[in-house]
């Protein structure tokens, strides 16, 4: 995967939503967390996803935005349909992995 051309092997996706991931992953790596598996969705998104203890995240991040679903043992804990990365806060995710 190179976020900076927005490419994952043979599919492409918008540089924009590859800007936004590399703005959240360096938010995350800042914070100590564990680095996240990174795929795609249909092109538009950029997903990360990981595990931390009993807690799962799944982030989709588009164009200057993303969305989170928090699962702690298969049960959501928490879900954010859209925030601006300039709003985002790492706090937001990292403390339902206690």
Avoid at 4 to 24: N, P, Q, S, V
Avoid at 32 to 57: F, R, S
Avoid at 62 to 79: H, L, P, Q, S
Wanted: charged share 20%; proline share 3%.
């Amino acid at each position: 995967m190179d976020l900076a051309k927005g490419t994952m092997g043979d599919t492409t996706f918008e540089i924009g939503a590859a800007e936004t991931a590399r703005k959240l992953l360096h938010e995350l790596q800042a914070a100590k967390l564990p680095p996240p598996e990174i795929t795609w969705h249909g092109g538009d998104a950029v997903v990360m996803l990981w595990a931390l203890k009993h807690t799962t995240y799944a982030i989709t991040v588009t164009d200057g935005e993303f969305g989170y679903v928090v699962r702690r043992d298969r049960k959501a804990i928490k879900m954010v349909d859209s925030i601006a990365i300039g709003q985002f806060n790492v706090a937001q995710l990292s403390h339902h992995g206690s």
